[in-house]
């Protein structure tokens, strides 16, 4: 009997808890999390250099399904979608990128902004040596020669020359 009355008293507690209607204070739980649809592009874009920044201290090795990373990225991509023509946050998606071994995206995104600064270039260089690398394995000729010749006109390598040269 002594058991039942226990085990009532517990569900009777639990109850009346369940009806409290006062409001539970805000914690990291509760808060809802602004995604980056509901975030500003300057908004978005210093969030995206926040994660950026944690990501590199987090992970050795730097790829977009690591979790920083793609928050990072997605934040990024979230800037530059909402003001296509902020060159800023354009450049910085494409350096996203290209750090994270996004290499079409990179690619992609160096070639749609245009004149590219010096290092823009060499990281521009670097996205199409890597894209040239992969169809050569598969045997595309063409898109190599395509990614070759592009990469060259932003940059010269010893990479890019290299592939030219096992070319028939």
Same mark, same amino acid.
């Given at each position: 009997m002594k058991k039942i009355l226990m085990l009532t008293a517990f569900a009777l507690t639990g109850l009346a808890a369940a009806q409290d209607t006062t409001p539970a204070p805000a914690t990291m739980e509760t808060m809802p999390m602004m995604g980056p649809a509901s975030m500003s592009a300057s908004e978005n874009y210093a969030k995206a250099q926040e994660f950026a920044v944690q990501a590199d201290v987090a992970y050795p090795v730097s790829f977009y399904d690591r979790t920083l990373w793609k928050?990072? +990225?997605?934040?990024?991509?979230?800037?530059?979608? !909402? *003001?296509?023509?902020?060159?800023?946050?354009?450049?910085? /998606?494409? @350096? =996203?990128?290209?750090?994270? @071994? $996004? $290499?079409?995206?990179?690619?992609?995104?160096?070639?749609?902004?245009?004149? /590219?600064?010096?290092? *823009?270039?060499? $990281?521009?260089?670097?996205?199409?040596?890597? =894209?040239?690398? /992969?169809? /050569? @394995?598969?045997?595309?000729?063409?898109?190599?020669?395509?990614? +070759? *010749?592009?990469? !060259?006109?932003?940059a010269d390598s010893a990479s890019l020359q290299s592939i030219m040269k096992r070319l028939p």
């Open positions: 928050a990072a +990225v997605d934040h990024s991509y979230y800037a530059a979608s !909402m *003001e296509a023509t902020n060159r800023d946050y354009n450049a910085y /998606l494409a @350096q =996203l990128y290209t750090k994270t @071994q $996004w $290499w079409i995206n990179a690619y992609n995104a160096w070639d749609r902004l245009g004149d /590219l600064n010096d290092t *823009e270039k060499q $990281w521009a260089s670097l996205s199409a040596a890597k =894209l040239a690398y /992969l169809a /050569l @394995q598969r045997g595309d000729t063409d898109m190599t020669r395509m990614y +070759v *010749e592009k990469g !060259m006109a932003w």
